[in-house]
């Protein structure tokens, strides 16, 4: 039997891994499901319609895991960590409140545009697509707001003999932490979700040439656009972030980046390769630049560091490989228009977004595993520790096996469903006609070609 | 009003929007269970229709109750989640299942044909869990109350009125919505229905009153009588959409029979333990002042748009 700390942390950990897989697809799926259905109704264009339909389906399921994985969460703190919610619940009020009344808009206009299709006028229903996206983007970013704050605690009100006696609320928006880590996320749920996305057209195409078609590519376009130019911002971000990591948890920098000792002239470690002076010169522009390593940390304080620096190697490798990917999609497409083959044609390219399908949800797990490890052994940085945070009660071990147990089946099922969405029958290539000829004739040019190609 | 007092009764508006909103897609999770007769489609294809488009939002009430819970009585958020954590597990446990099972037995023929393999299985789960989560939770407001154990007899006449409780609204509901599309035969179906576990969460009610420790004020108790007592008549007389108010109101005074036999405590000073006085626990006044006006700015844009939602989706 695992001791209650261990079980209660990776039931947390469990729990939360879960939730953001079906998070950031709920949160990404809206906008691309907005974009199909506008494209669909504006340019009376079928096809874009047919995904609007298929891609509101799959929203629909993954909405449903995502609103009952979450709430679990919202009860767990409770249950698992009472001692850190009755000291800092009233400090993450504000974040969590509005989230709530966020994830509310999300739930009311979810359900109008799910069942709405025939009961409401197009643009209505189109509209209430808006709502959807924008809120469920706003519930996860206040949710990573208290998050952040818990790396970066501010607004936190001592007594004269410095003992806390409360929190602001607004503490959790003025955090530093709390730009670059929302910035991160939200980049990072478009991400996985426009690959998630351009890997089930692209296997598809592989699984069966007759399946590049107009209604594949425009799945595929939409997916790969909208993934791959996230992916060098999220670099600059993910630079950011580190920056901001490094002047407020120089523990978790010093775990992340594997820097052992307080130096001059650092040399940047990944994986296997050395850098020689490289962090000095990403951190400080300056190559022979001082950078504190974990020495400077005292051992209680210290968090684990080899499993927090292979997760950000992880992350760092694959944000790095899917800029390249967005490098050769980018050159495939210029190709195409000096005409070149059309990208589709090309199976290494669509190897290659298969494969990515995955891939930013490791790099997302990755990095959340940063995140939370890293900050360890504190639940709310340098202010409670973990083990302070813990249910006085026993017998843990036992609701973390049972969690395992029922997101195992969540899951099988989950991925019976969206297989089985995603393999339903597609219509076929239609020529479309502008069906309201408008003033100016160029208009009416961009439909057509994009038909034919 | 002090803003501790004014969050209180945010936490009880949440809790009834719960109960009669998020209590009726329980109970239509229990009459799934319970389908007979020669209508046994029919009426799951009715249910599944009413609470399909809604539940989710429905459900948003839960978490809207704990977030105002944990924001704005941190130590009573605690305090229950340790005293409670066998009867929440289970019902958390509830909750996730019914969810999940829900969406995956409607979306299991995405695109018509044979259902994805183990629909079957989730249509069960969805149907005991159901049951098993208000009961759950309703074992958890008898054990606040009772201060007992989890299998003494206060807390298992509240599970077993809470799941009496959903049963009614739901098939008062359902009724309503069968004679909406004028199916006569599967309003008749749910008004019986409704009428059997109407005169049976009555009595539970009643016997309730007995075993609870504190008191409750009169007007509740007679409130809560004069509704349910009009539901049925109403039920009987087929007024169905006067019965669907009446038999919410009813189960919202049960609630709040509940609340005000708590009140002052959240947990009940006993031998071993010593009581917590709710509005003790709130918040410091300037955080629950900033909590209290976010929630009330926050409803007033979320209840219109609600109230969009049900109507153009919960008629017929």
């Not at chain 1, 995904?51 to 703190?77: N, Q």
């Not at chain 1, 009660?393 to 089946?409: C, D, P, W």
């Not at chain 1, 597609?426 to 408008?438: E, F, G």
């Not at chain 2, 949440?14 to 909103?21: E, I, P, R």
Request: aromatic share 10%; hydrophobic share 55%; glycine share 10%.
């Amino acid at each position: 039997m695992l001791d209650d700390l261990t079980a209660a942390r990776e039931q947390m950990a469990l729990s939360l891994s879960f939730h953001i897989i079906f998070a950031v697809l709920g949160v990404g799926l809206p906008w691309l499901m907005l974009w199909a259905r506008w494209r669909g109704l504006r340019r009376n264009d079928p096809l874009w319609t047919a995904l609007a339909r298929r891609w509101a389906k799959a929203a629909g399921v993954l909405f449903a895991i995502g609103a009952v994985s979450g709430t679990v969460l919202s009860v767990e703190f409770g249950l698992l960590w009472p001692i850190f919610m009755e000291r800092f619940g009233a400090a993450l009020s504000l974040p969590f409140t509005l989230e709530s009344f966020a994830f509310f808009l999300e739930a009311i206009f979810f359900g109008l545009y799910l069942y709405g299709w025939d009961r409401l006028s197009p643009k209505l229903h189109l509209a209430c697509g808006i709502p959807v996206a924008i809120s469920g983007m706003a519930s996860a970013l206040f949710v990573t707001t208290a998050n952040a704050w818990m790396n970066g605690p501010v607004g936190l009100v001592k007594d004269a003999s410095g003992k806390l006696v409360a929190a602001q609320p607004l503490g959790p928006f003025l955090a530093a932490t709390t730009p670059p880590q929302l910035t991160h996320i939200a980049l990072a749920a478009l991400m996985c979700t426009g690959l998630a996305v351009a890997s089930v057209y692209a296997t598809a195409m592989l699984r069966n040439p007759h399946k590049r078609d107009g209604y594949h590519r425009r799945g595929l376009a939409a997916g790969a656009v909208l993934g791959l130019s996230v992916a060098p911002l999220q670099v600059l971000v993910g630079d950011w972030a580190t920056r901001v990591v490094y002047n407020v948890q120089p523990a978790k920098f010093a775990a992340m980046e594997g820097v052992e000792h307080t130096r001059n002239g650092v040399p940047l470690r990944f994986g296997p390769l050395e850098l020689p002076r490289m962090l000095s010169l990403l951190l400080h522009g300056n190559p022979d630049a001082q950078v504190r390593g974990m020495d400077a940390i005292s051992a209680p304080d210290q968090p684990p560091q080899l499993i927090t620096h292979l997760s950000f190697d992880v992350m760092i490798g694959i944000g790095t490989a899917l800029v390249g990917l967005a490098v050769w999609a980018g050159y495939a497409v210029w190709r195409y228009r000096h005409g070149g083959l059309h990208p589709t044609q090309q199976r290494w390219l669509l190897r290659a977004l298969a494969v990515a399908g995955p891939a930013p949800f490791v790099a997302l797990l990755a990095g959340w595993i940063v995140t939370e490890v890293g900050r360890q052994p504190w639940i709310v940085f340098q202010v409670m520790r973990t083990t302070e945070a813990l249910t006085p009660r026993h017998g843990l071990a036992v609701y973390f096996y049972v969690t395992v147990a029922v997101y195992l089946m969540l899951s099988v099922a989950l991925i019976a469903i969206l297989r089985r969405i995603a393999a339903g029958p597609t219509p076929a290539d239609v020529k479309l006609t502008d069906p309201q000829p408008r003033e100016h004739t160029s208009s009416t040019h961009a439909p057509t070609r994009s038909a034919t190609r | 009003m002090s803003a501790a007092l004014g969050l209180a009764l945010v936490l009880l508006a949440g809790l009834t929007a719960y109960a009669v909103l998020g209590g009726a897609d329980f109970g239509a999770g229990l009459w799934d269970l319970f389908a007979f007769g020669s209508r046994k489609h029919a009426q799951r294809a009715l249910l599944e229709q009413a609470m399909g488009p809604v539940w989710e939002a429905n459900h948003v009430w839960l978490i809207f109750v704990v977030i105002t819970m944990f924001s704005g009585f941190p130590s009573a958020f605690a305090a229950i989640s340790q005293r409670l954590l066998v009867p929440i597990s289970l019902a958390l446990l509830g909750i996730v299942l019914r969810g999940a099972a829900f969406a995956f037995r409607h979306y299991a023929a995405p695109h018509g044909g044979t259902p994805v393999r183990g629909t079957q299985l989730w249509g069960r789960i969805f149907a005991i869990s159901s049951l098993l989560t208000p009961f759950f939770l309703g074992v958890a407001g008898g054990e606040l109350l009772s201060g007992a154990a989890m299998w003494a007899p206060l807390p298992l006449l509240g599970g077993a009125l809470a799941v009496l409780c959903c049963a009614y609204l739901a098939a008062t509901y359902l009724a309503a919505d069968a004679a909406g599309i004028d199916d006569a035969a599967l309003a008749n179906d749910f008004r019986l229905r409704a009428i059997i576990t109407g005169i049976a969460a009555g009595a539970l009610a009643l016997a309730g009153l007995l075993l609870i420790p504190g008191s409750i004020p009169v007007l509740i108790v007679v409130a809560s009588s004069a509704t349910r007592i009009g539901s049925l008549l109403l039920l009987r007389w087929k007024r169905y959409s006067l019965a669907r108010v009446a038999a919410a109101t009813a189960a919202a005074t049960v609630l709040w029979g509940w609340a005000a036999a708590l009140y002052p405590w959240v947990i009940i000073p006993g031998s071993s333990v010593g009581g917590l006085r709710f509005l003790d626990t709130a918040a410091p006044p300037s955080t629950a002042a900033v909590v209290l006006g976010v929630l009330l700015a926050g409803l007033a844009v979320v209840t219109p748009c609600y109230a969009l939602m049900l109507r153009v989706l919960r008629t017929p």
